[in-house]
């Protein structure tokens, strides 16, 4: 029995900082800083695994050289691969970064999925306590997924990235959204989904759909609301290095104390010290968090828990 089954892939991340200004048209831009580290889903696997989930993962790997790095993370980390799926073609799934201190832009490429998916192939082995799916998908494949994760009484938690805008009045994305127990979108994702401009607005609107949904706000920390209560709690104060998988680790951290039962005030906290911390390295892993690191933090950036929330 896992705690989660983890659903989709890595990306190689290839991160540029230090930059003068964003690229432009027909000039060279320099970056003082290069580091390439995995994204997406490994931020998931790996924030989890040090925190002590027990993580059934399933992706797909290609036999090209990004899916040939990302393995070599994989196994750095420790993470189990029964449930990887290796193809004898390319499988490349790459994103160029271009981050700044608070925010950063990306360029993008995915290879087409292939058609038998390691996800589908898990879905009837895997017996966890939640299925944690890293992006915003609706639409056939969720909709034929949905009855047997149902029927495996696994919890639906699902974060907000998405690559394009997307609104609660497409049906195919309002039916997903009903599937969710945990619904994790950062603000613009909020925003975009919700048509509203508020946060507070955006996640009542959204909990129409969705029992708990959880907004996540760069520095300025998270909110959540369960149909009852509006939970706000501030960010950890950091100076960050790069931003980039700060979401996934956010969204890792809040799912690791919602698994052990905790009250969401503290997964909030949970989440805002994984994210925040995880700006102070490249990439949303190099910093090493695990128990006693959010121990560590807790004490130091949210020493009572309760009178943090509400001072806000
Ligand atoms: N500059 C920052 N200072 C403190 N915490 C941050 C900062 N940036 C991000 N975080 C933490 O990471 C979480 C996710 O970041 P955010 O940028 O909102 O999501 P995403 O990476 O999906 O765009 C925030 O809710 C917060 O907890
Ligand atoms: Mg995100």
Not at 176 to 193: G, H, I, M, T, Y
Request: charged share 20%.
């Amino acid at each position: 029995m896992y705690d989660i089954f983890l659903v989709g892939n890595a990306t190689m991340d290839l991160i540029f900082s230090g930059l003068p200004r964003m690229p432009i048209l027909g000039e060279d831009t320099f970056a003082d800083k290069f580091e390439y580290t995995p994204g997406e889903a490994f931020i998931n696997a790996v924030t989890m695994h040090r925190l002590g989930l027990k993580v059934a993962w399933a992706a797909d790997f290609g036999n090209d050289l990004f899916s040939n790095l990302i393995l070599v993370e994989v196994r750095k980390a420790g993470l189990s691969e029964a449930y990887f799926i290796h193809h004898d073609h390319p499988f490349r799934r790459v994103s160029v970064s271009a981050s700044f201190q608070d925010d950063r832009g990306f360029l993008t490429h995915y290879d087409l999925e292939p058609p038998l998916s390691a996800t589908l192939k898990a879905l009837p082995c895997v017996e966890a306590k939640a299925i944690f799916i890293p992006g915003l998908i609706h639409g056939l494949i969720l909709d034929a997924a949905v009855p047997i994760v149902k029927m495996k009484k696994m919890q639906i938690l699902m974060d907000g990235n998405c690559p394009k805008e997307f609104s609660h009045e497409s049906n195919s994305i309002s039916r997903a959204l009903k599937q969710v127990d945990v619904f994790l979108p950062n603000a613009k994702e909020a925003r975009s989904l919700s048509g509203y401009e508020n946060l507070e607005d955006a996640a009542r609107k959204l909990s129409e759909f969705c029992p708990l949904v959880v907004l996540k706000d760069g520095e300025k920390g998270a909110l959540a609301y369960d149909r009852e209560t509006m939970y706000h709690l501030p960010g950890i104060t950091v100076n960050p290095l790069d931003t980039t998988g700060a979401g996934d680790c956010f969204s890792s951290g809040f799912v690791k104390a919602w698994i052990d039962g905790k009250p969401i005030r503290e997964c909030l906290a949970w989440g805002n010290i994984c994210g925040g911390l995880s700006t102070l390295g490249f990439g949303g892993t190099t910093f090493f968090i695990d128990e006693q690191v959010i121990k560590v933090n807790m004490a130091k950036h949210y020493p009572n828990i309760e009178i943090s929330s509400l001072m806000m």
